[in-house]
Structures are given as C-alpha cells and as structure tokens.
C-alpha cells in the first residue's frame, strides 16, 4: 500500500476503534477489556493475511468495507 492509502486507513482504522470502544464483547483473556485498535488491525491482518501497510492498493477499498463490517458486527 503506498503512503498515503496506508495513512488514510490508519486513520478510518482509529475512527473505527474509537467507534468501537466498549462495544467489544468481554474476553477472558482480556480481564481489563478489549483494545477496539489492535482489533481492528488484527482483525484485517487475519483476513487479508498481511498488515494493511503491506496489502495492495487495489484492496484498498475492499479493506474499508471489511472495517464498516467490523463496525457494524462487533463480535
């Protein structure tokens, strides 16, 4: 992904955390709650099988509506 489409993600990949702040169900291995950040990241890192840094810039598009599904099924 070049500069600039990594530096937009990262910013919707914010937007999308603090969307999802407290909306995380409880996780046992998560007894003080769920980072919504690293959950998003990591959720796009396990169905892309790569960071988003490192994804072509043509799923550019693809990873914003997997984030808009992230946010709309908080599970």
Same mark, same amino acid.
């Given at each position: 992904?070049?500069?600039? /489409?990594?530096?937009?993600?990262?910013?919707?990949?914010?937007?999308?955390?603090?969307?999802?702040?407290?909306?995380?169900?409880? +996780?046992?291995? +998560?007894?003080?709650?769920?980072?919504?950040?690293?959950?998003?990241?990591?959720?796009?890192? /396990?169905?892309?099988?790569?960071?988003?840094?490192?994804?072509?810039?043509?799923?550019?598009?693809?990873v914003?509506?997997?984030?808009?599904?992230?946010?709309?099924?908080?599970?």
């Amino acid at each position: 992904m070049n500069k600039e /489409n990594a530096s937009k993600l990262w910013k919707i990949i914010l937007q999308a955390g603090d969307y999802l702040q407290d909306k995380l169900p409880e +996780h046992p291995n +998560h007894p003080k709650g769920r980072n919504p950040y690293a959950h998003v990241a990591l959720e796009i890192k /396990n169905k892309f099988n790569s960071s988003y840094k490192d994804l072509p810039d043509d799923k550019y598009e693809e990873v914003l509506d997997y984030i808009e599904f992230l946010k709309e099924n908080p599970n």
